[in-house]
């Protein structure tokens, strides 16, 4: 019954995309651990890894694409809802380290005991304990998503302002975190993780585990997001982002909605942090380098704003390229290659790729029937 | 607070607002009956528009008291609110959700609980579905129900912006050149739908097209540079000289 309920919330592009997801699901883990390595089939430990990462930010995109695509509200900061969701799981893995740090001290993390740092920090407690850093992975993007969007929605801060202070936002943050009396390690950030929840994190097999729990995310996120945008709530959205003050007039009170979306999608993007820290092993300051906002913005607009799969797709495509790019000779001209990707896309794909590939359909669709329909009636 | 203070359901008096020194609303004075439909005549510029600005919220006057339904200070509420307290607005230059089809438009004009945990968990009924029905048999647009509204003509636009307003159902409708760019059938058509609406709601429509005030057959306010000129049966203020000079006599 649920899933008849899901299943008529999908459209044919979004069941394709879980249909591939379930595929991976299988696909991966057999081809990592049933293949033997000689294989051609066989998809070693670290291409898992690399895969989990681009979902990850699969997983961002989508929240950009929630707040951005059906909202209007431009975030230049969804890194910093990222990196906060990173930090917290960060915090949970330093605390698995326990006595095994270079310091050997059974409670304060390395960077700690390096600071002169007597005690634990009281904001740091509870972060051994799984459940409460999970909480929080959710709770501190989300509380910052809730404080800031209350004010700037409430002062009807909108458009190029509104992306301005997002990107401010983001900008002291990376500041603040990179001091080190903050307490989160400064610079250096946190790394050196050992376990997590019991399981070491170097194991191929935990590297799976993640892999696949990324995976049950990254659907997750796509059915929630789904289901907003095709409720009535997800249909006042979309009427806020093209007729903003028309939908005030109707006596929505389009703060309140703004928030409702702003905070998720931060919550959603937390989880795509959290998900993030442990399989790249490191959270640090640069996580919200305000680059890094700006960057997910172009991967929704190449994979197609306002179509969720699209922003997952686009930013799978982007990383990939991004990947075999800056591991190459062209390194140095990735953010060249990056800006020019953005112009080109926005000036001769400005749906991008998934809208794109949808008109043309179209336009093949009606061609097909325009030509059935010449066959059908005899000539005069 | 909540204490009657007139039997009026709209009154504003001694309004006034002014648009870096210019005097676009003057001591404006206008009281409306409940129930009753009344037209607003008057030149470009007279501040007519600006008048729906303030009753809706989107403007804060300078000056004056606008009171709704006898108590409620409309002065301190915003769109939302007001909104909400039974005063829904059609704008001069017809603004519907384009990316909406035109029942989407119908069904989020609807009256309903609009709070955000109640619309997304919203779910359609068959009572809701008649009234879309009966709206959009109404405004004569069933047959593009699935349209989008961006594909509209500009007088579809229009009407499904005044079935927008009835799905609200709100207690006074303020209506803002609904028959500009429409044809003489559509006008005539329109006239009818207003007349209709009339019935059991208080309307304030401003237009400039006098055959359209004509059908209409109601009291006419002329407003000029912000204030009120003349007020009275159309044929009494078509009358009246200084309104002659003030259309015809720049
Ligand atoms: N937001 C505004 N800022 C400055 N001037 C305005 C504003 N709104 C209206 N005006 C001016 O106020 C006057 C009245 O405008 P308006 O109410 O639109 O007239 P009408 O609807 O009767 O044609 C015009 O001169 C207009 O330029
Ligand atoms: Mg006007």
Redesign the interface.
Known sequence: MISQAILARLDGRGRIFLGVILAALVAVPVLNMLVPVGSPFHVPTWLVSLMGKYLCFAILALALDLVWGYCGILSLGHGAFFALGGYAIGMYLMRQIGPRGVYGNPILPDFMVFLNYKELPWFWYGFDFFPFAALMVFLAPGILAFVFGWFAFRSRVTGVYLSIITQALTYALMLAFFRNDMGFGGNNGLTDFKDILGFSVQAPGTRLALFVATLLALAASYLFARAVVTSKAGKVLVAVRDAESRTRFLGFRVERYKLFVFVASAMMAGLAGALYVPQVGIINPSEFQPGNSIEVVIWVAVGGRGTLVGAAIGAILVNLAKTTFTTGALAPYWLFALGALFVLTTLLMPKGVIGTYAAWREKRREKLALAANAAATPAE | MNQRVTDYLLYLDGVSVAFDGFKAINSLALTIMPGEMRAIIGPNGAGKTTMMDII?G?TKPDDGDVIFNGSVDLTQL???DI??LGI??K?QKP??????TVE?NI???LKAD???FT????KDSAGEREKVNRILATIRLEHLREANAANLSHGQKQWLEIG?LLA?DPKLLLVDEPVAGMTDAETEATAHLLKEIARDHSVLVVEHDMAFVRELGVKVTVLHEGAVLAEGPLDVVSANSRVIEVYLGR
Not at chain 2, 95 to 100: A, P
């Open positions: 809706t989107k915003d769109e939302a909104a909400n829904g607005r704008f603004t519907v959700f384009e990316m909406h989407d069904r989020l004009a609009r709070r955000v619309t997304l968990f919203w927008m609200q």
